[in-house]
């Protein structure tokens, strides 16, 4: 089992630029099935894509990969003529809030985006946008989505990614790869990494993915990676302490962040006293979670939970 993406979830991909059509490179040769690209400019022609397969990916796949990706001018004629039912976006922060809302507007049911810098107002109108609608959306400014071995939609590293049987959901990118590889190693793996994001409006949150890998029977625990700034956490603590039943480790970043000061994410800043790494910490314990002191004890807190 996996949460919100599979061996069938078929990907479009908005933004064909240098580093849209890189990691659809990746994706492909991972076994994910990309169906096709979005790019007015270029609408009618093809994408041509060949290489070698990522055999941390799909099995059975061959050592070779060659695939011509259709470009279609919108979302909605390049969802309805390949069944595409969720999307990728690489587009530039400028635009790239209006390309949210057209894969809303056409109906896709999954909307990944990868685009960091998108202006804050941008996206306040895009959520609400995706508020009257189906479309889940991950991001922005994300890592992306993958269940190891069927679907990787994202940035991440495929190759340290193995299917197992605990969920990871976070608000950073390279601490998302640092539990990942950690799980691998000790031979726990993962049922799927979600990363949400680190900036102040995003579309899915800490509890929307907890509410999923409860109710998934594949994952037996989860690791949630928290930072400072605004109060995901302390509403992800709440939930668990009310709700969850499969045991969850934690690691908040920023400790030593001083108060003011923007560290990394556009959401990783303590304002007006809120959003500390202490408060956050503290409400998760309260919870039951279980704390690692440092990123590099995500994997030994995982195994402590679980008992």
């Known amino acids: 089992m996996s949460i919100l993406v599979n061996a069938g979830t078929k990907v479009l ?8 059509r890189f990691h659809t490179d990746m994706a492909i040769a991972y076994g994910t099935q ?33 695939l011509d990706l259709p470009i279609f001018r919108s979302v909605t004629e390049a969802k309805d003529a390949t069944g595409a039912d969720a999307s990728v976006v690489y587009v530039p922060p400028p635009f790239a809030a209006d390309a949210i809302m057209e894969a809303a507007e056409a109906g896709m049911e999954l909307v990944i985006c990868i685009t960091e810098g998108i202006p804050v107002a941008d996206m306040v109108k895009a959520k609400r946008y995706l508020d009257d609608r189906g479309t889940r959306l991950v991001g922005p400014n994300c890592p992306g989505v ?17 299917a197992g049987r605990v969920g990871v959901v976070s608000r950073s990118g390279t601490l998302t790869y640092e539990a ?21 409006v995003n579309g ?34 709440a939930w668990i302490a009310e709700n969850m039943t499969k045991p969850v480790a934690g690691f908040i970043a920023g400790t030593t962040a001083p108060p003011g000061k923007r560290m990394g994410h556009a959401g990783a800043i303590i304002s007006g006293g809120m959003g500390t790494a202490d408060a956050k910490i503290d409400a998760l314990r309260e919870a039951d979670v279980t704390i690692a002191p440092t990123p590099s004890d995500l994997g030994a807190a995982m195994v402590e939970a679980m008992g």
Do not use: W
């Open 34 to 66: 990309m169906v096709a690209a979005v790019h007015p400019s270029k609408a009618g022609t093809v994408e041509h894509f060949a290489g070698e397969t990522d055999h941390s990916g799909v099995p059975g796949r061959g050592d070779t990969y060659e």
């Open 13 to 20: 991909v908005q933004g064909l630029g240098r580093t849209g």
């Open 204 to 237: 899915t949150n800490f509890v929307d993915v907890l509410k999923l890998f409860n109710d998934d029977p594949v994952t037996e625990g989860v690791i949630m990676i928290g930072e400072i700034g605004g109060t995901a956490e302390e509403e992800a603590a």
């Open 146 to 162: 993958i269940t190891p071995e069927e679907c990787k939609i994202g940035i991440m590293p495929g190759y340290i990614h193995t």
């Open 180 to 200: 990942v590889y950690q799980l691998t190693t000790i031979g726990l793996g993962q049922t799927t990494a979600v990363g949400i994001g680190g900036d102040p």
